[in-house]
């Protein structure tokens, strides 16, 4: 079966860290290019980050970039996101999709709270 | 690239036409995408490349438009239809959506 499973995710302190993790089954990892998508309480998608099939292209958006690192493993089929000095605005369900968007992660809960 | 979604909301009852607009800041070809969305579910892909309906998807659904405008056409809308529809734009990094549509029962 074609699936993404997320793991990872949390309750978190401003400032804090978390590693967001994007398991690849049922397909070719270094096939496809995948992305973040982040959806905070309530409210609307906001893209995160995305990085190519191969690894070598990695893109953020403005409220990340600096902050979080997307990487992958092939090798491993993972996907990651790195969130360092996380906020409260940070607080949302946190999904992975791969390009063409067809399948997505069953998302998940990232907390910034004190 | 901004999208401005429209309306954000909206009121419809079974068996209606429903009509959701998305407009992009910039001209972005025909790379945009439509998504559904229910309460605590990842999206679910229904159309790429502006007019180009997902496997699986129920023909009623149907997209249209290139540049800067572009529509979701929801014919004969069916129970299981209520839920969010967002638009995407794959044009260009940083990728964007617009805000979002929810249709809701009328």
């Known amino acids: 079966e074609v699936q993404l499973l997320q793991s990872g995710g949390g309750l978190v302190q401003p400032g804090g860290s978390l590693r967001l993790s994007c398991a690849i089954s049922g397909f070719t990892s270094a096939n496809y290019a995948t992305s973040w998508v982040r959806q905070a309480p309530g409210k609307g998608l906001e893209w995160v980050s995305g990085?190519?099939?191969?690894?070598?292209?990695?893109y953020y958006a403005d409220s990340v970039q600096g902050r979080f690192t997307i990487s992958r493993d092939n090798s491993k089929k993972t996907v990651s996101l790195q969130m360092d000095s996380l906020r409260a605005e940070d607080t949302a369900v946190y999904y992975c999709a791969r390009a063409p968007w067809d399948v997505w992660g069953q998302g998940t809960l990232v907390t910034v709270s004190s | 690239i901004q999208l401005t979604q429209s309306p954000s909301s909206l009121s419809a009852s079974v068996g209606d036409r429903v009509t959701v607009t998305c407009r992009a800041s910039q001209a972005i070809s025909n790379s945009l995408a439509w998504y559904q969305q229910k309460p605590g579910k990842a999206p679910r892909l229904l159309i790429t490349a502006a007019s180009s309906l997902q496997t699986g998807v129920p023909s009623r659904f149907s997209g249209s438009g290139a540049g800067t405008d572009f529509t979701l056409i929801i014919t004969s809308l069916q129970p299981e239809d209520f839920a969010t529809y967002f638009c995407?734009?794959?044009?260009?990094?940083?990728?964007?959506f617009g805000g979002g549509t929810k249709v809701e029962i009328k």
């Open positions: 995407q734009q794959l044009h260009d990094y940083p990728l964007s």
């Open positions: 990085i190519s099939s191969s690894g070598d292209d990695k």
